[in-house]
């Protein structure tokens, strides 16, 4: 079916496919600037503007499904004006986190980016020594007393 659908537009389903996900792909990178996305922009930067209408409407609302399917979101139109946003469908189902840690994983984690930004901070490269002494200050590390 697709494959005629894309002979009747006089492209292969194979080109039919890439301007499709060309399409999604340019919808969610526009997205990111946080500004209507319109028509003219889709169709100017997807190269679908020397096509006709019903192709563009076509790769349009199918770039639309693709949204919807995969990432959960929804490409809706602003009163008729070929103006688009993308809409986030996917609601929280809780207020809790994904992740849940416990108070000694937190506590891991917490002196391990300490750790890591004190590397960061020293050119990617710490000493013993110097290691050491930093975790002495934190009250972490005691040296041995025998």
Do not use: P
């Amino acid at each position: 079916m697709s494959q005629e659908l894309a002979r009747s537009f006089g492209i292969s389903k194979n080109d039919l496919d890439k301007i499709i996900s060309d399409v999604t792909f340019f919808l969610i990178a526009a997205d990111q600037k946080k500004s209507v996305i319109k028509r003219a922009d889709i169709t100017k930067a997807c190269e679908l503007g020397k096509r006709e209408k019903r192709l563009q409407d076509h790769v349009i609302s199918q770039a639309a499904r693709h949204l919807d399917s995969t990432f959960g979101i929804e490409l809706r139109e602003l009163s008729k004006t070929s103006h688009y946003i993308l809409v986030n469908k996917i609601e929280e189902t809780s207020t809790s986190q994904f992740l849940s840690w416990s108070d000694k994983e937190s506590a891991q984690m917490g002196l391990t980016f300490i750790i890591l930004g004190l590397i960061l901070m020293s050119n990617d490269k710490v000493s013993d020594e110097v290691l050491f002494k930093f975790l002495k200050s934190l009250g972490v590390y005691e040296e041995d007393k025998n």
